[in-house]
């Protein structure tokens, strides 16, 4: 004898936290930490991005200053460790201009991560950036 049971299953989401941060620049370089959870079990790869919302000099904002985000690694904590990617960025950013950071493939990317990143910040007449203000999206 058998008995077929049907449950049914609920996705979760997929999420990122911080949604934003404002790090501290020490030697025009700061250095951040974005957790990823993919819960949605589609296998569906995910890629997360970085905003420059602002560089601040000394608590005021320069419009003139501009960024590179560095991704350094994206750790696994639990889950698929496969199909993987640090993203490889280039170029000046200035406040607004998004920029990807990391992302996995389809078919990969379900489980927990933590992506690292630095970034290097330059300012004109040799001031010293203060503090970098960003936000993420996933998708």
Partial sequence: MSQT????????????????????????????????VDARGSLAGWSLRATVTSI???????????????????????????????????????????????HADAEHGGGTYEATFAIAVKCPDAAYATAVRLSFDIV
């Fill in 5 to 36: 049971v049907l449950l049914p299953v609920n996705a979760g989401a997929l999420l990122m936290s911080p949604t934003g941060a404002e790090l501290d620049v020490h030697n025009n370089v700061a250095t951040g930490v974005v957790d990823v």
């Fill in 56 to 102: 601040e000099v000394d608590g005021a904002i320069v419009d003139s200053c501009r960024a590179v985000v560095r991704p350094a690694s994206l750790q696994t904590v639990y889950g698929e460790p496969h199909g993987l990617h640090v993203d490889d960025t280039s170029g000046l950013l200035t406040a607004g201009v998004t920029t990807p950071v990391a």
